[in-house]
């Protein structure tokens, strides 16, 4: 079984090094996510060369308030990678007050990468989803947007998919009747899987990297197929977005 996992904290398990270990072991393709721009090289240094592992820049809506002096280092490690993440806005109750700032902070970031020719981009959306789309739509030369974890109504959804965006979803969302409904709003041609581990969890146990392939036997069950077919699909999808990852970077590199 292709493991893969699209949004993970590898740095925030309780023992980041001996959890990256057994990911390699195991073979998961990893899309492991920042909080914050300081936190960018101790992360990537946990994967080792040749694996399966690519580290993404981030600056997380929940802290751009507090870190967004960190905006300098940011632009500094920008043209070092292909992916940004965790990025976006949150405007849940406890950060409600500091969107403006949140909305700042990622117009920076979204300018910067449609300047550097495009990333593939990790989004939080949490309480601000219209917010966010407002601004994909005025910044689409940034990249590709996978929107995280997107719990929206099927009309916003509906709006995500013809603005071109991707969608990675996990066991953790599909264990909540709002996040079947949203999964099954979604384009199946952009989904993703991932495990947005240690924070995603199953029945209070955090989700290792790759949640054991345990997002397949979710969607499968909602999607009433096979197991095999759901793991087929989203791994086709999976390469489909690295390739066109790689083709656009290659572009800008001949530029």
């Given at each position: 079984?292709?493991?893969?996992?699209?949004?993970?904290?590898?740095?925030?398990?309780?023992?980041?090094a001996?959890?990256?270990?057994k990911a390699v072991e195991e073979g998961v393709y990893i899309l492991s996510v920042t909080t914050t721009p300081?936190?960018?090289?101790?992360?990537?240094?946990?994967?080792?060369?040749?694996?399966?592992?690519?580290?993404?820049?981030?600056?997380?809506?929940?802290?751009?308030?507090s870190r967004w002096h960190e905006?300098?280092?940011f632009h500094d490690l920008l043209p070092t990678v292909d992916y940004i993440g965790e990025v976006g806005l949150d405007g849940?109750?406890?950060?409600?007050?500091?969107?403006?700032?949140?909305?700042?902070?990622?117009?920076?970031?979204l300018d910067?990468?449609?300047?550097?020719?495009?990333?593939?981009?990790?989004?939080?959306?949490?309480?601000?989803?219209?917010?966010?789309?407002?601004?994909?739509?005025?910044?689409p030369l940034a990249g590709t947007f996978v929107l995280h974890w997107f719990s929206a109504k099927p009309a916003i959804i509906q709006r995500a998919a013809d603005l071109g965006c991707w969608f990675s979803v996990g066991s953790a969302m599909m264990a909540s009747r709002s996040g079947r409904e949203a999964v099954n709003?979604?384009?199946i041609d952009r989904m993703l899987p991932e495990t947005d581990g240690p924070f995603g969890m199953t029945q209070g146990v955090p989700l290792a990297p790759g949640g054991a392939g345990s997002v397949y036997h979710d969607f499968a069950e909602l999607k009433g197929m096979s197991v095999k077919d759901a793991e087929r699909l989203m791994?086709?999808?999976?390469?489909?977005?690295?390739?066109?990852?790689?083709?656009?970077?290659a572009q800008v590199k001949d530029r």
């Open positions: 079984m292709a493991l893969i996992d699209f949004h993970c904290h590898l740095d925030l398990y309780p023992d980041p001996a959890t990256t270990r300081s936190a960018f090289s101790g992360t990537s240094a946990l994967a080792p060369a040749g694996s399966r592992i690519r580290t993404a820049l981030g600056l997380h809506p929940e802290l751009a308030a905006l300098p280092l849940s109750p406890p950060h409600r007050d500091t969107l403006a700032t949140q909305a700042a902070v990622l117009h920076e970031i910067a990468c449609a300047a550097a020719g495009g990333r593939t981009i990790s989004l939080h959306s949490r309480g601000a989803a219209v917010m966010l789309l407002d601004m994909l739509e005025f910044e709003a979604m384009p791994t086709g999808n999976f390469r489909r977005l690295v390739a066109r990852s790689s083709r656009e970077q």
